[in-house]
């Protein structure tokens, strides 16, 4: 029983801390001059996926084992596969319930009928063609790093290691892009509307050193609540008759990306849905790069069965996704369907495990 009520106290700790974080991180980008996107893409991605950065560093660098280590390998490729399926799919629900409460908000304050459900188009649910443009472009980039990830994982050859110096300086190019390019892709007029900064809200434009401890310490926040969070799953799965390594695979990612989740959970519900899907793309970006690299440094980053296994589903689900981005077709529905990737992920994790 302690360890369920720490458990869901450390999921409201995070949450709340999140919505603190997004608050503070959205003056942390205006006080900075980035584009609106890279908000999401660099500020809020950067600092949700650190927590997961560090713990793969201290996998693979301090790691007594080579099984110890490989920890590390298995957090670099089940952060990807969370954000591609759990992430974006929990979005694409919150987004649909949120749509609804809204139109029968109209429906009570008696703005005129209401058609029941009709079909919105990418434009209408997720933003512009100009917005499924900008999304698709991310995972563009991701989809072909993550392949040269997963590939390497199945060849072994005397300078590999040093391919993961290449990872970093992929995400630095994309660094680079975000930053440069993002006031240009946000476009005219589209500029981020700020809420009283929550360490200072009574001042109309906060101070700088406020903006930058209220991100700092929710940051520390997230970081302590989410590992507590995964000791306290890695307690309860065997509890409930999990195994150890169904626990890793299967919960442990959820748990780790949970912090980018409900970034997007609170984004959409202020009506930021933008921001929201490029938190997770960007947090994609950084895990498909930074702990990559890490591992092909440390380790001999070599995957057994259910390693290739999640990769296989992390590159279905963005494939599905890019389909249906480049095609201007991507709705809350299809966006909720990612959700299911996860499910064969589990499904197929059963023949490989036993």
């Known amino acids: 029983m302690l360890n369920v009520l720490l458990l869901i106290a450390c999921a409201v700790a995070i949450y709340l801390s999140c919505e603190w974080f997004v608050n503070a991180v959205e003056w942390l980008g205006e006080r900075l001059n980035v584009g609106k996107m890279a908000v999401g893409t660099i500020l809020a991605a950067f600092g949700t996926a650190l927590p997961e950065s560090v713990v793969t560093l201290v996998a693979v660098t301090t790691g007594d084992t080579e099984e110890a280590r490989n920890i590390g ?16 799919g929990v979005s694409g629900v919150v987004l649909l319930l949120h749509r609804r409460k809204r139109r029968a908000a109209v429906m009570v304050a008696g703005s005129g009928a ?12 997720l933003g512009t063609a100009r917005d499924m443009a900008r999304l698709a472009k991310d995972q563009q980039w991701f989809l072909p790093i993550f392949i040269v990830k997963v590939g390497l994982g199945l060849v072994a050859f005397a300078f590999k290691p040093v391919l993961g110096l290449v990872f970093f300086a992929a995400y630095a190019v994309y660094f680079w892009r975000e930053i440069r390019g993002g006031h240009d892709e946000d476009g005219e007029g589209d500029e981020l509307e700020l809420e009283p900064l929550k360490f200072q809200p009574k ?34 799965g065997p509890m409930i008759g999990l195994s150890a390594s169904v626990t890793a695979l299967l919960l442990s990612p959820i748990a780790t990306e949970l912090p980018e989740t409900m970034n997007a959970i609170i984004w959409i519900r202020q009506g930021k849905t933008k921001l929201a899907l490029a938190n997770i793309s960007g947090a994609m970006m950084i895990q498909a ?30 494939v599905y996704l890019l389909a249906t981005m480049r095609a201007h077709k991507l709705t809350p529905l299809r966006l909720g369907v990612a959700a299911g990737f996860y499910l064969v992920f589990a499904l197929g994790l059963i023949p490989i495990l036993t």
């Open 203 to 236: 001042a109309a434009s906060p101070a700088t050193w406020a903006v930058i401890a209220q991100t700092l310490a929710t940051l520390v926040v997230i970081f302590f609540a989410s590992r507590l969070f995964v000791n306290q799953l890695e307690i309860i």
């Open 73 to 88: 390998v298995g957090a670099a490729m089940g952060g990807p596969l969370a954000l591609a399926t759990v992430a974006y």
């Open 114 to 125: 209401v058609e029941a459900d009709p079909p919105v188009s990418s434009a209408q649910a």
């Open 289 to 318: 790069t930074v702990p990559s690299g890490l591992g092909l440094l440390f380790t001999a980053w070599k995957f057994d069965s259910a390693l290739l296994w999640s990769g296989l589903v992390t590159m279905a689900a963005i």
